[in-house]
């Protein structure tokens, strides 16, 4: 006979039971597989000058109006960079006003100060993107260097995240990702600079024919490294033709 007693400790038992399958975690959320990043492009102008001597003195005028068109535009966006800075500090200095005057009223009529989290802050009003602007000196120099009779072919190189780029069926090792690093050579008498801007200090004359090691780019020039162990420098690499990889 199933007794009272019986059936409490049935019903106590089944609730254990319950108890223990409702604190079982649950299973794991789902997760994707992760997915590779995306590989990154960059288009690489090869600049090949024109072999008549008219053509090189020509091409040479038109480096000369880049470099003025360069030098004219940092002259442009320093001056807009500074006149945000003097904005900045103004409208800096008049919210730092307000907030001082708020928290003075606060604390003579609450006896609490403002929260300092509040208070503004210089960066909130500094504001440079529209000085980060395109001079256009790259078209323009173009536009000159093909009036000139050189040409210009491009290529979209592969400059991050690039293993799994894929070419005519097959992967691109990094020769091929980045054939701006090995050997070039120097199509055009240049000037080999301690930094990697026009105004910057000339080391020596590179002749045309010389062989550099190339172990990367800043910008418009290229990082040259001696296989003597003298100082690195730089030179346009519009002034020069690929010749090797590594």
Not at 59 to 84: F, P
Not at 191 to 215: C, N, W, Y
Request: net charge neutral; hydrophobic share 30%; aromatic share 8%.
């Amino acid at each position: 006979m199933f007794s009272v007693r019986n059936l409490q400790f049935f019903v106590l038992l089944t609730a254990l039971i319950a108890g223990c399958a409702a604190r079982q975690p649950p299973p794991p959320p789902y997760q994707p597989p992760l997915t590779p990043p995306k590989p990154e492009f960059k288009e690489i102008p090869a600049y090949h000058r024109p072999q008549d001597s008219q053509g090189q003195v020509c091409v040479i005028q038109c480096q000369t109006q880049k470099n003025s068109c360069n030098t004219l535009c940092r002259m442009e966006n320093d001056s807009c960079i500074r006149n945000a800075k003097d904005e900045a500090r103004f409208l800096y200095e008049d919210a730092k006003e307000k907030f001082r005057q708020q928290d003075a009223y606060e604390r003579s009529r609450y006896g609490e100060p403002l929260d300092p989290s509040r208070a503004p802050s210089l960066v909130q009003f500094l504001d440079t993107s529209p000085c980060d602007k395109d001079c256009g000196c790259e078209n323009e120099y173009d536009t000159c260097f093909e009036a000139c009779g050189g040409t210009i072919t491009r290529s979209r190189r592969c400059m991050k995240n690039c293993d799994q780029v894929k070419k005519e069926g097959g992967l691109i090792d990094s020769l091929e990702v980045h054939p701006s690093l090995g050997i070039y050579e120097i199509s055009a008498t240049a000037p080999l600079r301690r930094q990697p801007a026009v105004d910057a200090e000339i080391m020596t004359i590179l002749s045309p024919g010389t062989k550099i090691h190339v172990v990367r780019t800043a910008g418009e020039y290229l990082e040259v490294h001696s296989a003597k162990g003298n100082t690195p420098g730089y030179v346009l690499q519009e002034q020069t033709t690929f010749s090797a990889g590594r």
